[in-house]
């Protein structure tokens, strides 16, 4: 932060500039630094402000053990916005940008990912079809991620307050997520269902007795 600044004025950026970023951003962001400063402390090495040398070793490491050029970029995203926050110079990406190439060019193991089909959302409900807690929290979490296409994080973040029902359909109030980058929030409906053993609403209604 700039010198002359008042304690409050300074608490006043800082706040600002974190909410100019998604929560997930933030979090992701303040980890990757974390990770940062526990190699550096490791190694008795200063994090803030970092030496070119100490970073381009950190994520070199990093790039060998995670193979992804995706964690090499979010690492130094991190580092970097971090010493903006703190008004301090910026770590150059000139070596990182070989770094993440390297990142690139190694295997990575291919993970297969199956489609959620209604087929498979159908064996699911039906293992968590008894009548306690879990089971009926399990059973509407899949029911409403299926036919809302919400992130999970999205959900379990929701309270009471953020549902507004009505006779046939409940709206579900995101107050933010990560493809709303202006945080205006919005209202996802969720319908009822002939089909009470799969029914989202039902599921959800019964979560909240």
């Known amino acids: ?38 190699w550096c402390s490791d190694r008795k090495v200063c994090p803030l402000p970092c030496r070119e040398i100490d970073l381009t070793l950190f994520l070199s490491a990093e790039a060998e053990k995670q193979r992804s050029a995706s964690c090499v970029l979010q690492y130094f995203s991190g580092i970097k916005w971090v010493h903006n926050l703190g008004g301090l110079p910026e770590p150059s990406d000139s070596i990182t940008t070989h770094i993440v190439e390297f990142a690139k060019r190694q295997p990575t ?24 807690c879990f089971h009926v929290r399990q059973r509407a979490l899949c029911l409403v991620l299926f036919v809302g296409f919400f992130r999970i994080s999205e959900l379990l973040g929701l309270s009471r307050g953020d549902l507004e029902w009505e006779e046939s359909i409940v709206w579900v109030r995101l107050n933010s997520s990560k493809t709303d980058k202006h945080r205006q929030g919005n209202r996802v409906p969720i319908r009822k269902s002939s089909t009470s053993n799969f029914c989202p609403f039902s599921a959800l209604l019964s979560l909240t007795k």
């Open 109 to 132: 193991e291919k993970r297969n990912k199956r489609e959620v089909t209604a087929e498979i959302l159908r064996k699911i409900c039906t293992f968590y079809s008894g009548s306690s």
């Open 1 to 38: 932060m700039k010198e002359g600044m008042s304690v409050t004025q300074r608490d006043t950026l800082l706040s600002q500039a974190l909410q100019s970023r998604a929560d997930s951003t933030v979090t992701n962001y303040a980890a990757a630094f974390q990770r940062f400063s526990k």
